[in-house]
């Protein structure tokens, strides 16, 4: 069973048989409650972990002590890999959104893996480069971006991550909700609210309940 869950995660993907089952082999399949603090902020960590049901937010506190959501993680997708490989204290929080089935693997194993297998290093700096790219463009939104186009921003980075493309548009099946949309846009929930009405009312995207589309526009 977790040979096949390890297969789903794209820095594994590389692996053959024996590979996986090593990884396999020091894997433990961890249940998480909702709203559990997997990962705390500063704190030492020694372990690393991918997502195979449920889904995860990876936030910050802010100065003024707001929470700041920098991505929300479903199946497949992992978080604590970078104290994995510097030792240094974890960078964020990661707390689950929704009951969540986490394998989790050891720092003293990962490192053997690695040394064992160099393809999953190389792996792993792509991911990390891509999310640098994207703290990076997340902060730079906070910093130029008006409120409207920072939840646009949101709005689209959430469609690239789970959406699909239909005739229509990119249908979102399950969105975050309005307060974890506000988290990640820096604003307030009513904000979230007001701009989401105003976006579907001048055609920009539907909703219903949690499904949203971000409709097509017709360019001509």
Do not use: W
């Not at 792996?123 to 186009?149: E, P, W």
């Amino acid at each position: 069973m977790k040979v096949d869950l390890l297969r789903k995660v794209s820095l594994f993907e590389g692996l053959n048989e024996e590979e996986v089952e090593t990884l396999a082999d020091v894997t433990q399949i961890r249940k998480f409650p909702k709203n559990s603090m997997v990962i705390l902020a500063d704190e030492q960590g020694d372990s690393f972990f991918v997502i195979d049901s449920g889904k995860a937010k990876v936030s910050v506190t802010a100065a003024d002590g707001r929470e700041v959501i920098l991505s929300v993680l479903g199946p497949g997708e992992f978080f604590g890999d970078m104290s994995l490989l510097d030792d240094h204290p974890r960078s964020a929080n990661v707390t689950t959104l929704e009951v969540s089935d986490l394998l989790v693997i050891r720092r003293s194993d990962f490192l053997d893996a690695i040394q064992s297998h160099p393809s999953i290093a190389i792996k792993l700096m792509v991911t990390l480069a891509h999310r640098l790219r994207s703290a990076d463009r997340q902060t730079a939104n906070f910093a130029l971006l008006g409120i409207t186009d920072r939840i646009c921003n949101v709005l689209l980075s959430v469609a690239e991550e789970q959406g699909v493309e239909t005739e229509d548009g990119i249908i979102i099946e399950k969105r975050p909700t309005h307060q974890v949309l506000a988290s990640m846009a820096g604003t307030a929930r009513e904000t979230i609210t007001r701009v989401l009405s105003r976006l579907e009312s001048e055609g920009y995207i539907r909703s219903q309940g949690r499904q949203l589309v971000i409709m097509k526009q017709n360019r001509e």
